[in-house]
């Protein structure tokens, strides 16, 4: 790998001390960082280079998911690391950064390659890049990049104002948008599944395949963010980003051996071929809901306007579900039903393909309950790819579900920063959200915003401890699907949520033979 100064705005924040050290550190264990590698660290806080690095170890102890074979290690990693007290509105700041970057890369012999990371509110991200312009930090020899976090912008409006100002001191190949999602070994491995099995591909269609379903729930409440989420909802902070890239990841058809360009082509078509959602359509196709008091592993939860520093009549959504449909070759007439919520039943980050059944109606009525096909992406807590298909007992004429394995354990598997700040490193955008994706997600969720903005689709509260409101059912059963998974337990009868039938066969849709079977990867 090329030489790299590192420069690190906000050195001092959380999501470096938890996030990017640890990233770092793994990177530099596996031997994935520059011989000639460079760290500065800015911040408002003071600090020397000792106490600097002292910070930064303590992160390691506390966040790195492997800790170093001897304290030389450490030592050697630190040695690195420099600190600047750093005020972001200060042009004259930016001129003694430039004077540190250029006697490091003196003295360390490096070529003047740049990355500079923005681990800071998006409200600066526009300050910070134009005096990295007009400083010179970004005029070198070498490469440079800009390496920031999402939100990318709050609306439509307002990511497009964003992207103008960053546009005006970087290119767009040099801009990386990190979106966590794509980091996680999963969703990477998502794009060799296709790619490498034919028999997968081949089934990737609307001839194949029913509907899919993409689900990211958590069991957390607001946390400490209720300042920031209460202007959010789960629209803006998962929706927009992290599950329209999986619907992208999901539905992108690629030739073998891809790269960055062709990755973000296809991405591109797949969200201008998603069917526009009118506003008045709003509350036919989007389910928004608020969590209320429950319960979660036996503990009872407040409701959400109940937590600290929430309104006691807040509409913001803690869950969203939605249904979306491609109108391209591949997908056409086939759903994507996507939700996320907060407060839900269990944890899980899940995609599901169902295939379509044609020989169902061919079998007698008694042999009509069969099972679908389903293809299981689980990316959270565990990881997992199964292939479900059906099998006949000779003995007894049931048919019944075995399990086809087809992630190979790899052991422990590098955290997505490490995976995507790697990728930065080396120039590879292929997992980061480009400029077109975010421009045409936001353009796509924008009547959502302004539906809710003036309550013009109902706030469904549920149940803490639940799968959401009843109405997320109800958008997959009227196309004669269901949720796959849920729990009938776990169902909210609080809300008027009821138990159907068919969640008997959620319940026993991971029971039966399993099998391991090595795919191609």
């Not at 050290?21 to 800015?42: C, E, H, M, T, V």
């Not at 290690?73 to 972001?88: D, G, H, R």
């Not at 990211?216 to 963010?225: D, F, K, L």
């Not at 599901?352 to 959270?380: A, C, R, T």
Request: glycine share 6%; charged share 25%.
């Amino acid at each position: 790998m090329e030489p790299v100064t590192y420069v690190l705005f906000g050195a001092t924040g959380d999501l470096a001390k938890r996030k990017i050290y640890p990233a770092l550190f793994n990177l530099f264990i596996d031997r994935k960082l520059p011989q000639a590698f460079s760290l500065i660290g800015l911040g408002r806080r003071e600090h020397t280079d000792a106490s600097f690095r002292a910070h930064v170890a303590q992160s390691l102890q506390q966040f790195s998911r492997r800790q170093a074979e001897d304290a030389a290690q450490v030592e050697q990693f630190l040695q690195a690391f420099q600190y600047c007290v750093f005020n972001i509105g200060h042009q004259e700041d930016y001129r003694k950064l430039l004077g540190m970057v250029e006697h490091r890369e003196q003295q360390l012999q490096m070529s003047p390659n740049r990355l500079f990371y923005l681990s800071v509110g998006p409200e600066f991200f526009g300050t910070i890049a134009a005096n990295i312009q007009e400083s010179g930090l970004g005029s070198a020899a070498g490469w440079k990049r800009l390496v920031i976090e999402k939100p990318f912008g709050h609306d439509l409006q307002s990511a497009r104002e964003l992207n103008e100002k960053l546009s005006k001191a970087f290119a767009e190949d040099e801009i990386f948008r990190i979106d966590h999602y794509l980091g996680k070994p999963m969703v990477q491995r998502l794009e060799a599944l296709q790619q490498t099995n034919p028999v997968i591909q081949a089934l990737w269609n609307n001839r194949y395949i029913a509907n899919v379903q993409i689900t990211a729930n958590e069991t957390v409440g607001v946390e400490e963010r209720a300042g920031y989420y209460d202007h959010v909802g789960a629209v803006r902070d998962m929706f927009q980003n992290h599950m329209l890239q999986l619907l992208m990841m999901v539905a992108i058809q690629l030739p073998h051996k891809s790269h960055s360009e062709q990755v973000r082509e296809k991405k591109k078509r797949v969200m201008e071929a998603l069917e526009p959602l009118q506003r008045q359509d709003v509350g036919t196709y989007v389910v928004r809901g608020q969590y209320g008091a429950g319960s979660i592993q036996g503990k009872q939860v407040d409701p959400y306007r109940s937590e600290p520093g929430i309104s006691s009549d807040s509409m913001n959504d803690t869950f969203i579900a939605a249904k979306l449909e491609i109108d391209d070759y591949f997908w056409r007439g086939v759903p994507f039903y996507i939700r996320t919520g907060k407060r839900m039943h269990e944890k899980s980050t899940r995609i599901v393909v169902e295939f379509k059944e044609p020989l169902k109606h061919s079998l007698p009525p008694e042999e009509q309950h069969v099972l679908p096909n389903l293809l299981i992406v689980e990316m959270s807590p565990g990881e997992s790819i199964t292939l479900r298909m059906n099998t006949k007992d000779n003995d007894t004429g049931q048919f019944s579900p075995i399990h086809i394995d087809l992630h190979p354990n790899y052991g422990e598997q590098p955290e997505a920063y490490e995976n995507l700040i790697h990728d930065a490193l080396r120039g590879d955008s292929t997992f980061f959200a480009h400029w077109d994706e975010v421009e045409l997600s936001w353009a796509w969720v924008q009547p959502i915003l302004d539906a809710f903005r003036e309550n013009e689709v109902p706030l469904h509260h549920y149940a803490a401890g639940s799968y959401g409101p009843v109405q997320s059912s109800q958008l997959l059963e009227r196309d004669g699907f269901h949720w796959w998974f849920d729990k009938p337990e776990a169902s909210s009868p609080a809300n008027g949520q009821e138990t159907d039938a068919r969640s008997v066969q959620q319940s026993e849709a991971k029971e039966g033979e399993h099998y391991a079977y090595n795919i191609n990867r």
